[in-house]
């Protein structure tokens, strides 16, 4: 099952994901899948979940907020758009339920970085830093020591390593390869940890 | 000639025109009249309250002046029932988004979504358009403050100031000449009581007789307060207008 880290910092937002596509719990399809996507200039949502469900329902959230944009002439701020994504995936749970956990990241010009933490059964909760995945079970614990506020980027990027490192420690089928992007004030850009 | 192309809101004249639309834009040219203002920090609407019958009850809710949301409001001219029905369907559109995307729906877009809805009825399904013209007032964290004016085409614009309904050519005139940008409330009521009297015809211009809406915002909190201005409050204000343009002319 895959994992996602998110953190929020002093302002910027980083969201990490694993890049397996798996089945079955023994099979690796890839192992460089991104599923981090950008959703707007300065927003980016980290899916994962079932992979056709992961694929579908960010893209169908990247597309609408595209739609949203040109049809208003506005940007959607990152809380407006993690209501938006808890209200498809409610509509969907009595539904055709999307089996996808979310992170949300983003930075409005005043609002300043936001994460937002979105499970499938459309929970949906602001938190200064998140996990959804197996992996969650072993990095929670990590970020409630290490995290505090106004983390600076490098700050940051270190607990992120020490999460990641855990979990190929104490995960049976750890993917070993991450994505790791960051949300500013100046757009989104990829790391390399 | 029009006569032939005028039956049906679906069909252009020769000219290119579509004579049900224009019809219905002249219905609200003998509505009372609506003035929208926009201040530094406050969006003013006014209208004429028309006194049809002494033997009317008194209204219990303003015939003219709606809220849409905690944020929107409008004034209405026109045939009153059609608006009832535009309104409720801005109501139900700013609740949906908020219920949505847990913020308030920014002002123009409920704007474009009512013009739309307007729009549709000029060209599908042979009914006849809607014979209301709104002015829109609101703010939001996008635009701050905002004032469209809408009529029954489904065309909409911008204003820092408008007039619709009756007598709106004077009112326009008037406000072309005295209107300022950036006013602070108390001038944005006054002259949109100016205009009010010039498009009445009034020589005494009473607080009974119109109805003011003040919107404004806490652009910290964006909080938005909407106030009907109770009469006591507006006499003062006529009373004060009167001294002044009593004495305009003089050196």
């Known amino acids: 099952m895959d994992s996602s880290i998110g953190i929020q910092g002093k302002d910027f937002v980083i969201l990490a ?3 397996s ?11 460089d899948v991104d599923k981090i996507l950008p959703m707007s200039e300065k927003q980016i949502l980290a899916t994962v979940g079932s992979a056709s469900d992961r694929e579908v329902f960010s893209e169908y959230i990247q597309k609408n907020l595209r739609l949203y944009e040109l049809e208003n002439q506005i940007h959607m701020s990152t809380f407006g758009l993690a209501n938006f994504i808890r209200k498809e995936l409610a509509i969907a749970l009595r539904r055709a339920p999307y089996q996808t956990n979310l ?7 005043s609002e300043g970085p ?4 979105i499970d499938y059964l459309a929970t949906l909760q602001k938190v200064k830093f998140g996990a959804h995945g197996y992996g969650a079970f072993f990095v929670l614990s990590i970020l409630d020591k290490e995290w505090k506020e106004d983390l600076t980027e490098e700050e940051a990027l270190d607990v992120l390593r020490k999460c990641i490192a855990e979990i190929h420690t104490r995960l049976a089928l750890a993917a070993p390869e991450w994505t790791v992007k960051v ?3 100046n757009g989104i850009r990829v790391v390399e940890l | 000639m029009s006569r032939r ?5 679906t069909t252009f004249s020769p000219e290119g025109r ?3 639309v224009e019809y219905a834009i002249n219905a609200i040219n003998n509505a009372g009249t609506c003035v929208g203002i926009m201040g530094r920090d406050s969006v003013i609407l006014a209208a004429e309250k028309k006194q049809l019958s002494i033997l009317l009850a008194d209204p219990k809710s303003s015939e003219k002046m709606y809220k849409i949301d905690d944020h929107i409001c409008c004034v209405v001219a026109g045939l009153s029932s059609d608006a009832s029905l535009l309104i409720n369907e801005a109501r139900l559109t700013s609740q949906r988004y908020l219920y949505g995307y847990q913020e308030p729906m920014p002002v123009e877009s409920l704007v474009q979504d009512i013009c739309d809805y307007k729009q549709s009825y000029t060209q599908y399904g042979g009914l006849r358009p809607f014979g209301v013209g709104f002015l829109f007032a609101g703010w939001d964290k996008h635009n701050g403050y905002q004032l469209y004016q809408s009529d029954p085409s489904g065309n909409y614009s911008g204003w820092l100031a408008a007039t619709i309904g009756e007598n709106n050519p004077a009112g326009k005139s008037l406000l072309k000449s005295d209107f300022e940008e950036n006013l602070d409330t108390r001038s944005c009521i006054k002259l949109a009581a100016k205009v009010l009297s010039k498009t009445m015809d009034s020589t005494d211009p009473s607080a009974e007789k119109m109805e003011f809406l003040i919107l404004s915002a806490d652009e910290e909190t964006g909080k938005v307060s909407q106030r009907i201005m109770p009469d006591e409050e507006l006499a003062e204000i006529l009373q004060e207008l009167q001294q002044e343009t009593a004495t305009e002319g003089d050196a």
């Open chain 2, 18 to 20: 579509l004579h049900q």
């Open chain 1, 114 to 117: 936001a994460l937002f933490w």
């Open chain 1, 103 to 109: 992170l949300l990241g983003g930075t409005d010009d």
């Open chain 1, 183 to 185: 949300v500013d004030s």
């Open chain 1, 17 to 19: 994901a694993d890049g």
């Open chain 2, 5 to 9: 192309y005028d039956q049906s809101t």
């Open chain 1, 21 to 31: 596509a798996s089945q079955g719990g023994f099979l690796m399809y890839r192992k």
